[in-house]
């Protein structure tokens, strides 16, 4: 007797769904990242902690962590970032308009590294959770004052040099102020911050009060991890000794765009940090560099005291001499080795125009300086127009 075909064709149906469906569940289960898997495979995992004030993210902060290290590097809020609609603004503009995880990406991409998980925390749970511990202690070389406007009514710390337990409403004031001129700065500040917390808030609590913390703060925290990504965290935050945590502020400087003051990224400086304390690569330091010096401005001296600028930093000077003209403009670094090593020296050079070139796009002038270059060179530095050693 034959089967009734319509029953056939509903039950392949029902067969091909549940078969699509576990795919798509095996799929999401493979695809998901975790902190502790990441963890146990012996890789290192990023998040963006983001302090949430009154008009969005008001300072950030990358925590890198493996097994055996964590890395936190403070960032400004207001460092510029290319935002999604490939604008350059603040980094808290982006965390303002799209949330956190539009502002891990922005994140990602200025570093250059991958940032699959983000926080966003407001102050009060700041202020709960020290004084809780019964406040934190930070030291300052000066005194120095500090106000939090984001509260009702504004908060006032002056803080004595030496050594001071600050409350919670206190901590976030000191964290958060703008500052007066000869302060750190917001960002080192933050880091002091995260300093004193990490050994009295976390180290000194024990395993469990922590997973307590954790879990009765869950529900107010922004956040694209589980519950269990942050107990995973927070064991590395305990247990990894104090020699293996670095603590780091993003180079910045300020600018002038459109009339506005803004921040911007120090690109050589943060790119060096990156490599060295993000992504573990080793870095050539100024001692393998080896720089071959020419004047070509005409400056009395030029060539012998920029070589002998470079020598107190650390490089290897494999020859003094002149240029072929007088004429260069800007200064030139012709690259013979490796051109890691030009971006070195042009970060230990004084603040000028400089241009990285290779021999066979700057042939003629290249070609006038070849037999004047030891054997083993790295570079050749042609001081043009526009430089200045003191």
Known sequence: MRGNPVRKQVLV????????????????????????LSLAQGERTNL???????????????????????????????????????????????????????AAQAISDLLGIEIPFHLAVDGTLWVEWIDAIGGVMVALDAAAIYTDTSVDPPVRVEI???????????AIAFARSEGLPGDVGRPARRELL?????????????SRTLRDAVRGRFAIIETNCTLEDLYDVAAIFHDVPAE???????????ALSNGQVVVEPKIVEAERIVASALKGLDLLTPDEVNIAVFNGNGVREMASRTAEYLRARGFSITRIGNADSFDYSPSYVVVLTDEAKAWI?????PPNEIRIVFPETFEASYAALRDYVPVGTDLLLIAGQGMVIE
């Open 48 to 102: 963006l902690w983001i302090d949430r004030g009154a008009a969005g993210g008001d300072g950030m902060t990358v925590i890198s962590l493996s097994e055996e290290e964590l890395v936190l590097l403070s960032l400004p809020a207001a460092v510029r970032v290319k935002g999604p609609e490939g604008d350059v603004v603040a980094a808290s503009d982006v965390y303002a308009s799209v949330g956190g995880a539009g």
């Open 13 to 36: 149906i029902a067969a091909a769904a549940i078969v699509v469906a576990a795919g798509a569940v095996a799929w999401y289960l493979l695809t998901q990242r975790h902190v502790g």
């Open 194 to 206: 995260l300093e004193a917390a990490l050994e009295q808030a976390i180290r000194e609590q024990t």
């Open 160 to 170: 004595r040099a030496g050594e001071r337990t600050l409350s919670g409403t206190e």
């Open 244 to 254: 293996d945590v670095r603590l780091m502020t993003l180079p910045t400087e300020t």
């Open 345 to 349: 020296l042009q970060d230990a050079l």
